[in-house]
């Protein structure tokens, strides 16, 4: 498998398009300040249009050097440092404005922080992916103080020590089995995530001598500073402070997950038997080239190579010949939406899954136990 065969050129690096997330920004402080119908210009701005800018402006099949060195990514890199501090501000600002100096009603501020938790899972949560990848201690801190404050830290070791090894298997508990709609994958993810990492975490300090209660366990840090941005809400504005701030969280995850669910429905890496799979390649990720949706989510969509190249920095990402990969239809956004209505979503996507088998595996003939993820596990590493 090579690792991309489309033929263009190298493409030239270019930073400013993905800074065009910080107008995130000045849209919070709009809908937080104005409240009334300036809170939907941060759904709209992301969810309408993004995607209508996809579709004028179309695919970017280009592919930078995958071996441009790390000098050269100063402004890339600078971006997800800096974003940190302007959400911790963004978000307990607002708590603080409608909290206590405005006079908005449940619903208008349930509102505002609707749209706070869409910046915090469009942005905050694709940035600290970003960030928790890299060995980088200062990276992975913000990568853990961001999934802190949508109260998601374990994720960080759910996506690294399950997700990766064991996507497109019954292990990996966000891989979207096929007919599982939306919702019924959301809340097993919910039910499940947690437990998860925490017997990650368990297995990898057993490997030391460690007994999992061990401080070196970051489930401990991840609850320490969820606790500590608890408080703050709590201080801020008391138990409506504290009930808003746990709204956005839930919001934010929600995108989460649903972009977890686009990114691996129905796909499967092949049993070999004795708790035995293929290797991870990159068919085993929907894909999407759309550039404004990919400046928007720092190129989260070209997924395929971040699986096969999980600690390539974002701008290096490349995009694989349809050939290699199944590719999605638009951007991140369309689909998202689309998979909030599973009857659609099946009707769409069923097929593609079932093209994307005759494509890959043409010699597997009993689909059954891949269609549940009812193999058994494969063998700890």
């Known amino acids: 498998m090579t690792e991309t065969t489309m033929p263009q050129d190298k493409a030239r690096l270019r930073a400013w398009p993905y800074w065009l997330t910080l107008t995130f920004g000045p849209l919070v402080i709009l809908a937080v300040i104005k409240g009334g119908w300036y809170v939907a210009l941060i759904p709209a701005y992301g969810w309408v249009l993004m995607p209508l800018l996809d579709v ?6 280009r592919n930078p050097d995958p071996d441009t060195p790390e000098s050269e990514l100063f402004w890339f890199r ?3 440092i800096i974003w940190f501090p302007i959400q911790f501000c963004l978000v307990f600002g607002a708590l603080f404005y409608v909290t206590r100096v405005a006079d908005y009603g449940v619903w208008e501020a349930l509102a505002i922080m609707f749209g706070i938790g869409v910046t915090t899972g469009t942005v905050g949560i694709v940035y600290a992916h970003e ?3 890299k060995a980088n201690k200062l990276e992975r801190n913000l990568g853990d103080l961001l999934m802190a404050l949508v109260l998601y830290g374990h994720f960080r070791t759910e996506h690294l020590l399950v997700h990766h ?3 497109g298997t019954g292990r990996d508990t966000v891989t979207a089995r096929y007919n599982e709609g939306f919702h019924r994958a959301f809340a097993r993810v919910l039910m499940t995530g947690f437990g998860s990492a925490w017997r990650a ?3 990898m300090l057993a490997r030391k001598g460690l007994p999992p209660t061990h401080l070196s366990n970051p489930i401990w840090k991840y609850l320490g500073l969820q606790a500590g941005f608890l408080a703050l809400a709590f201080g801020i504005g008391g138990w409506v402070g504290l009930g808003l701030f746990a709204f956005q969280a839930l919001v934010a995850v929600w995108q989460l997950e649903l972009t977890n669910y686009v990114e691996h429905y129905g796909l ?18 929907w894909d999407s ?6 400046a928007l989510l ?26 290699e990969v199944p590719m999605l239809p638009t951007g991140y956004p369309p689909m998202t939406a689309l998979a909030m209505v599973p009857p659609l979503w099946r009707r769409m996507f069923n097929p593609r899954v079932r093209a994307w088998r005759r494509q890959f595996y043409p010699e597997i003939e009993d689909w059954g136990p891949y269609k549940t993820l009812s193999h058994p596990d494969p063998a700890a590493r």
């Open 56 to 61: 004028v402006l179309g695919q970017d099949l």
């Open 78 to 80: 600078l971006l997800t």
């Open 131 to 133: 960030l928790f990848h």
């Open 165 to 167: 090894p064991y996507v």
């Open 201 to 203: 975490e368990k297995a």
């Open 268 to 285: 499967t890496r092949k049993y070999l038997g004795e708790g035995k799979y293929e290797p991870v390649k990159p068919h085993h990720s």
């Open 289 to 294: 080239a759309h550039q404004v949706s990919g």
């Open 298 to 323: 720092i190129n989260l969509q070209r997924h395929a190579d971040h699986h096969v190249h999980p600690m390539r920095r974002f701008p290096l990402l490349q995009v694989y010949d349809a050939s």
